[in-house]
């Protein structure tokens, strides 16, 4: 009787749990959802709210408003180029950071830790920053995206954590006796055995500098844009002047429902890599954050 009990109660709290997920999932997915819809609908019926499920008055125009700017491929190629170069190059030094403040036998580990630390609490600020990398002479270079933040100290702290705790010392200590070098140990035995932190942080990486704009604003101006900039000028564009709209067939009523269009095209066209990209490594994505997140 108890057992049955204790079954009808198991199943019962499952179905309470999907429940919460479902609505969860709903409150989370749907605002993108209806971006999508309203790229695809007639702004004038966007604003009637007769987008609720399904695109209203069927139309293309916002998408070949944002295609038809000459700077949208080379914007989604320079996107392409710095996520990855990015990506690889926030990975390596997480690595190359974190490993080595994992072994306890390090001197000075412990001041190594707090000089990071404190890097998360206290900055120089934004025209520091400027100043320092223009006297380095990387205005206007793609490393000046990378260069600035090349540590990030919360991600770097997880994965030491997933070094200290989710990898047996003794297989580190079995690699040494069979004659291993330590950098041998770390390419053969480590990094494949971090393959979920790894696939954790790569996805931080390439969101982060697939999203940034603002950096390369700064720091790149008109040299070799990102998408995510180019889109911005885009919509700037499209915010045209009194004179602009007067030339326009509609006036400001087309002009707008064209600003419209464009918006929401632009949100799915920055949004959409990144959407196809993260099904590829979310079967890592849980294993490692939860094992990177141990206190160690």
Known sequence: ???QAKGVSDRTSDIILVAICAVVLLIVAYPLYYVVVA???????????KTFLLPSG???EGYKAVFADPKIMPGFFNSVKYTVVGTIFSVVMLYITAYPLAQKDLPGRKFLSLFFVFTMYFGGGMIPTYLIVKQ???IGNMWSLFLPGGVGVGNMIIVRNYFQNSIPHDLIEASH???ASKFRTFLSVVIPLSMPILAVQAVFAMVAYWNDWFTAMIYLGGKGQPLP???RGILIKSAASTEQAGMIEGGFAELNKLKEMIKFSSMIVAALPMLIAYPFVQKYFEKGFMAGAVKG
């Open 58 to 60: 069927f139309t293309l």
């Open 177 to 179: 006796i069979d004659g």
């Open 1 to 3: 009787m108890n057992k």
């Open 39 to 49: 790229s695809f609908s007639n702004p004038y019926d966007v604003y009637a709210g």
């Open 229 to 231: 900039l180019v889109l």
């Open 136 to 138: 380095t002479g990387l």
